[in-house]
């Protein structure tokens, strides 16, 4: 039996979700296959495509419900967008299913053209996103998706942070006549509390109300805000907003102006690099506002990035509870100097 | 669904004369587009429009409808004119080609009547038309899906990954058209970077192939009507000659995307017009 992978969560972060009643739960890839099972057992339209990605997809209860609606096109990502779009054209759901970094790296120009410029209702799925294939280096991590979708026009791009976030998005996809962009990592989850329902792409989910600190995370890092948010109460009275930007593209304009009119500071975090993923999107709202708070974007620099587990390379990044806290402190502590 | 008004050979032939005049008259009003492969493939489109392809200005909604994607959307403007001589919309919409929010741009697009998906980058059209006949299959639907490739469009690795699952998955309702006229922007393919044998190639990836004359109507009409339950994607080999119907066009590698000068057009059209007067005298 192998080691079980360490936690991107610190024992003082874990103790922090202890106290804000977080549990954990499954991992978003485990959610994202059942829910489009689910979907598709009632709806033979619904596909599934994969490059030789059945198992790292976590399709293989998919394959064996429903061998005719899943397409296995071995490991071309070209192939795989292409046939997804061509699919989507003749009525079918199409999810296409790739680790990350190859679908939006490999078929970028089959996601421009064949998917939104022909404007197909094709979902396209990246998994095991970010650094989640941590230890296998750069080639397999995703850093560039958020910032290279963003440029493509007529895609919507969803980063669930947690397992409802997930199946909402799975679901949305499928009922949306519109090119997606679903990406997500494959460590257990924690559950997120929510006090408001309801799963709106384009529209953040605040998870906790604040006004001198905004922490905005997207995909798994939102958990990572807001435990830093709770550590920042305990520790020092800071009042921290926390949004689940769960929408990368389009982004939710008015809660990022909404942060401005009553924080002070903003902190971005994101498993991607700072170069034009959320920070930077967050970045351009903030800059044609006006009197904007401080900004800190914490994401992987650009750099050659360290390998590891996905934990390690979070710590390094500070990509975590800690960092996110050091990263607001300071940030806080710029806008006083500002001022 | 309609069936397409099959016309006979003369009337073809007629009718690709046509069409070449207007791919050159209103690439040269534009003064842009990509002669040379319109002029090969003109004969091809116009068998697929009006003897093959189950599809029609009426029944172009269908879902049942023949699929054709033209992968080398280069050669839109071929494309264009054939769909306005089928009904698709009235030529005159054309004098607006590469203009100002035209619809008609320079590459394939879903904006203008009649067109499936949007193309012009290369190698995308062959793993999109497998998707649309591995959709139609699952479903059991009638349709057939049709695209034309350049032969210099082969280079792009995506139509190999599209052929290797089109045999996997015993796509027989696809046919892949290869534009063979043997020539891209920078010389011959062969010189280039040849990608012979062709038909090998597709042979041995698990497709029937066959060779046809691409400007023989008849050839043609029976390449790419082949059987429907053959196991197998079909791939036929078209032999063309790039800017075909125009003598000093004719094999010519400059023309892929030159744009005639005003004293070229006038011959191009004397020709083109005297090859009209000579079928439609040979009819009485």
């Given at each position: 039996?192998s080691?079980?992978?360490?936690?991107?969560?610190?024992?003082?972060?874990?103790?922090?979700?202890?106290?804000?009643?977080?549990?954990?739960?499954?991992?978003?890839?485990?959610?994202?296959?059942?829910?489009?099972?689910?979907?598709?057992?009632?709806?033979?339209?619904?596909?599934?495509?994969?490059?030789?990605?059945?198992?790292?997809?976590?399709?293989?209860?998919?394959g064996?419900?429903?061998?005719?609606?899943?397409?296995?096109?071995?490991?071309?990502?070209?192939?795989?967008?292409?046939?997804?779009?061509?699919?989507?054209?003749?009525?079918?759901?199409?999810?296409?299913?790739?680790?990350?970094?190859?679908?939006?790296?490999?078929?970028?120009?089959?996601?421009k053209?064949?998917?939104?410029?022909?404007?197909?209702?094709?979902?396209?799925?990246?998994?095991?996103?970010?650094?989640?294939?941590?230890?296998?280096?750069?080639?397999?991590?995703?850093?560039?998706?958020?910032?290279?979708?963003?440029?493509?026009?007529?895609?919507?791009?969803?980063?669930?942070?947690?397992?409802?976030?997930?199946?909402?998005?799975?679901?949305?996809?499928?009922?949306?006549?519109?090119?997606?962009?679903?990406?997500?990592?494959?460590?257990?989850?924690?559950?997120?509390?929510?006090?408001?329902?309801?799963?709106?792409p384009?529209?953040?989910?605040t998870?906790?109300?604040?006004?001198?600190?905004?922490?905005?995370?997207?995909?798994?890092?939102?958990?990572?805000?807001l435990?830093?948010?709770a550590?920042?109460?305990?520790?020092?009275?800071?009042?921290c907003?926390?949004?689940?930007?769960?929408?990368?593209?389009?982004?939710?304009?008015?809660?990022?102006?909404?942060?401005?009119?009553?924080?002070?500071?903003?902190?971005?975090?994101?498993?991607?690099?700072?170069h034009?993923?959320?920070?930077?999107?967050?970045?351009?709202?903030?800059?044609?506002?006006?009197?904007?708070?401080?900004?800190?974007?914490?994401?992987?620099?650009?750099?050659?990035?360290?390998?590891?587990?996905?934990?390690?390379?979070?710590?390094?990044?500070?990509?975590?509870?800690?960092?996110?806290?050091?990263?607001?402190?300071?940030?806080?502590?710029?806008?006083?100097?500002?001022? | 669904?309609?069936?397409?008004?099959?016309?006979?050979?003369?009337?073809?032939?007629?009718?690709?004369?046509?069409?070449?005049?207007?791919?050159?008259?209103?690439?040269?009003?534009?003064?842009?587009?990509?002669?040379?492969?319109?002029?090969s493939?003109?004969?091809?489109?116009?068998?697929?429009?009006?003897?093959?392809?189950?599809?029609?200005?009426?029944?172009?909604?269908?879902?049942?409808?023949?699929?054709?994607?033209?992968?080398?959307?280069?050669?839109?403007?071929?494309?264009y004119?054939?769909?306005?001589?089928?009904?698709?919309?009235?030529?005159?919409?054309?004098?607006?080609?590469?203009?100002?929010?035209?619809?008609?741009?320079?590459?394939?697009?879903?904006?203008?009547?009649?067109?499936?998906?949007?193309?012009?980058?290369?190698?995308?059209?062959l793993?999109?038309?497998?998707?649309?006949?591995?959709?139609?299959?699952?479903?059991?639907?009638?349709?057939?899906?049709?695209?034309?490739?350049?032969?210099?469009?082969?280079?792009?690795?995506?139509?190999?990954?599209?052929?290797?699952?089109?045999?996997?998955?015993g796509?027989?309702?696809?046919?892949?058209?290869?534009?063979?006229?043997?020539?891209?922007?920078?010389?011959?393919?062969?010189?280039?970077?040849?990608?012979?044998?062709?038909?090998?190639?597709?042979?041995?990836?698990?497709?029937?192939?066959?060779?046809?004359?691409?400007?023989?109507?008849a050839?043609?009409?029976?390449?790419?009507?082949?059987?429907?339950?053959?196991?197998?994607?079909?791939?036929?080999?078209?032999?063309?000659?790039?800017?075909?119907?125009?003598?000093?066009?004719?094999?010519?590698?400059?023309w892929?995307?030159?744009?005639?000068?005003?004293?070229?057009?006038?011959?191009?059209m004397?020709?083109?017009?005297?090859?009209?007067?000579?079928?439609?005298?040979?009819?009485?």
């Amino acid at each position: 039996m192998s080691a079980p992978a360490p936690s991107v969560y610190s024992t003082e972060a874990q103790a922090y979700a202890v106290r804000l009643g977080l549990t954990m739960a499954r991992a978003n890839l485990d959610v994202f296959a059942d829910t489009l099972l689910a979907l598709a057992r009632g709806d033979r339209n619904v596909v599934a495509v994969t490059s030789d990605s059945r198992g790292s997809g976590k399709l293989q209860p998919f394959g064996e419900a429903l061998p005719e609606q899943l397409f296995e096109v071995g490991i071309a990502e070209q192939n795989l967008v292409g046939i997804a779009a061509g699919l989507a054209s003749v009525g079918k759901r199409a999810f296409a299913v790739s680790p990350a970094c190859f679908l939006t790296a490999r078929a970028l120009e089959q996601i421009k053209n064949d998917v939104c410029y022909s404007n197909v209702p094709a979902t396209l799925v990246g998994i095991s996103a970010g650094v989640s294939y941590g230890a296998l280096g750069s080639t397999h991590h995703s850093l560039h998706d958020f910032a290279a979708l963003r440029a493509i026009h007529n895609i919507t791009i969803l980063a669930p942070a947690d397992n409802y976030e997930t199946s909402e998005a799975v679901k949305w996809a499928a009922e949306h006549d519109r090119p997606v962009y679903l990406r997500f990592g494959k460590a257990k989850m924690y559950g997120l509390p929510r006090s408001t329902g309801g799963f709106c792409p384009g529209q953040a989910a605040t998870l906790r109300e604040g006004d001198e600190v905004a922490l905005i995370g997207t995909g798994e890092t939102v958990v990572h805000c807001l435990l830093a948010a709770a550590k920042l109460e305990a520790e020092s009275g800071l009042s921290c907003r926390v949004l689940s930007m769960h929408t990368v593209k389009p982004l939710d304009v008015e809660a990022v102006l909404d942060a401005t009119r009553s924080c002070r500071a903003i902190v971005t975090a994101e498993e991607h690099s700072v170069h034009g993923g959320l920070g930077e999107a967050v970045a351009g709202v903030l800059a044609q506002a006006g009197g904007a708070p401080l900004l800190k974007i914490m994401g992987l620099p650009d750099e050659d990035t360290v390998t590891g587990s996905q934990a390690d390379i979070f710590r390094h990044y500070g990509i975590s509870m800690e960092g996110i806290c050091a990263a607001a402190v300071g940030a806080c502590e710029g806008a006083e100097a500002v001022r | 669904m309609t069936e397409s008004n099959a016309l006979t050979d003369d009337e073809l032939r007629l009718l690709s004369v046509r069409c070449r005049q207007d791919v050159l008259k209103y690439i040269s009003a534009a003064g842009a587009g990509h002669t040379g492969g319109s002029l090969s493939c003109v004969d091809i489109l116009n068998v697929l429009y009006n003897r093959v392809l189950r599809v029609s200005p009426e029944t172009f909604g269908d879902p049942h409808r023949d699929r054709y994607v033209q992968s080398k959307g280069h050669s839109v403007e071929a494309l264009y004119v054939v769909l306005a001589h089928r009904g698709f919309f009235p030529i005159e919409r054309l004098e607006t080609l590469c203009q100002y929010r035209s619809p008609f741009i320079g590459h394939p697009t879903r904006k203008s009547p009649g067109i499936e998906m949007n193309t012009g980058a290369l190698g995308h059209g062959l793993p999109i038309s497998v998707g649309m006949a591995l959709g139609g299959k699952r479903d059991n639907a009638p349709f057939r899906v049709f695209t034309l490739i350049g032969d210099g469009e082969l280079a792009e690795g995506s139509n190999w990954e599209a052929a290797m699952s089109a045999a996997h998955y015993g796509l027989d309702n696809l046919t892949a058209i290869i534009d063979y006229n043997t020539l891209q922007i920078s010389g011959r393919t062969r010189d280039v970077c040849s990608n012979e044998p062709i038909d090998e190639k597709f042979a041995s990836f698990g497709w029937g192939v066959v060779w046809v004359d691409g400007h023989d109507f008849a050839g043609l009409t029976a390449a790419a009507s082949a059987p429907a339950r053959s196991g197998k994607p079909t791939c036929v080999i078209a032999n063309t000659v790039k800017g075909r119907g125009v003598s000093f066009m004719e094999d010519v590698a400059k023309w892929h995307h030159g744009v005639p000068a005003p004293d070229e057009y006038e011959g191009a059209m004397r020709e083109l017009t005297a090859a009209e007067q000579a079928l439609l005298e040979a009819r009485r």
